[in-house]
C-alpha cells in the first residue's frame, strides 16, 4: 500500500502526523506531493520524515530531482514530461528508488527500458488529484498488469469500496490519497484498505 501524502489536501503539519500514524498502521511506502510549494518547504518536510523513518519503509519525492537530493530521499517519483528517467538514474545511481507514472501500454514498455523500479498506472477511477482525466477502462489495466516486468500500483480514486475491482483483476498493489489523507481515522482507513487489499487476494 502506497501513501501519497498531498500538500494540496492538508497542510505539510498534518501530513507528518498522518505519515506517523499510517507508517505504524501498515502502510509500506510514502510519497510526497507538493506541486505548489517551495523547494525549501519540501526538503525541511522530507529530511524530517526521512529521520523519523530511520528506513523502516521508503520515502519517495513526487517530481523534484532535486528536492530528493538534497534531503536524501529514498527515491522520485516522475511523471511522463518530468525529468528524464534515464537522466534521473544516471545521478542518483543504483541504489536510489526511481518510479515512473504510465497512462498506456507503451508508457510502461519504455520505463522498463529505462530502467524505473516501478510504476504508478491509472488514473483508474475519477480522482480529484487528475481532475481532467476519466476513469480508466479496466481491461486496459488489467493489460498493463500483464505487460510490466516490475512491481505496478493502481493509481487514481483508490478507496475501500472500489478496492474490490481492482483486486479482481489479480492486482495487489494500490496508491492511495484522500481515502486516507482526509479519514478522521487516519489508522482505521488503512486497516480498512489492507483488510481489503489481503481478502481480495485470497
Known amino acids: 500500500?502506497?501513501?501519497?501524502?498531498?500538500?494540496?489536501?492538508?497542510?505539510?503539519?498534518?501530513?507528518?502526523?498522518?505519515?506517523?500514524?499510517?507508517?505504524?498502521?501498515?502502510?509500506?511506502?510514502?510519497?510526497?506531493?507538493?506541486?505548489?510549494?517551495?523547494?525549501?518547504?519540501?526538503?525541511?518536510f522530507t529530511q524530517r520524515a526521512v529521520r523519523w523513518l530511520k528506513g523502516r519503509i521508503p520515502f519517495i519525492v513526487n517530481d523534484r530531482l532535486d528536492v530528493a537530493i538534497a534531503a536524501d530521499a529514498d527515491g522520485v517519483h516522475l511523471g511522463q514530461e518530468d525529468f528524464p528517467l534515464q537522466a534521473a538514474r544516471r545521478i542518483l545511481g543504483p541504489q536510489k528508488i526511481i518510479g515512473t507514472s504510465c497512462q498506456t501500454i507503451a508508457h510502461i514498455r519504455k520505463a522498463q527500458r529505462d530502467g524505473a523500479d516501478y510504476i504508478g498506472f491509472g488514473s483508474v477511477f475519477k480522482t480529484l488529484t487528475k481532475p481532467g482525466r476519466r476513469p480508466m477502462d479496466l481491461t486496459l489495466l488489467k493489460r498493463a498488469q500483464a505487460t510490466a516486468r516490475m512491481p505496478l500500483f493502481a493509481i487514481g480514486g483508490i478507496t475501500k469500496e472500489n478496492i474490490p475491482l481492482v483486486g479482481n483483476l489479480g492486482i495487489f498493489r494500490v496508491a492511495v490519497c484522500r481515502d486516507i489523507l482526509l479519514a478522521g481515522d487516519v489508522r482505521g482507513a488503512c486497516a480498512a484498505l489492507r483488510s481489503r487489499l489481503s481478502t481480495e487476494k485470497q
Do not use: C, H, S, W
Open 1 to 44: 500500500m502506497y501513501l501519497i501524502l498531498d500538500a494540496e489536501v492538508r497542510p505539510y503539519k498534518e501530513l507528518f502526523d498522518i505519515l506517523k500514524v499510517a507508517a505504524n498502521g501498515g502502510v509500506d511506502i510514502v510519497q510526497l506531493r507538493d506541486k505548489l510549494g517551495t523547494p525549501k518547504d519540501m526538503i525541511r
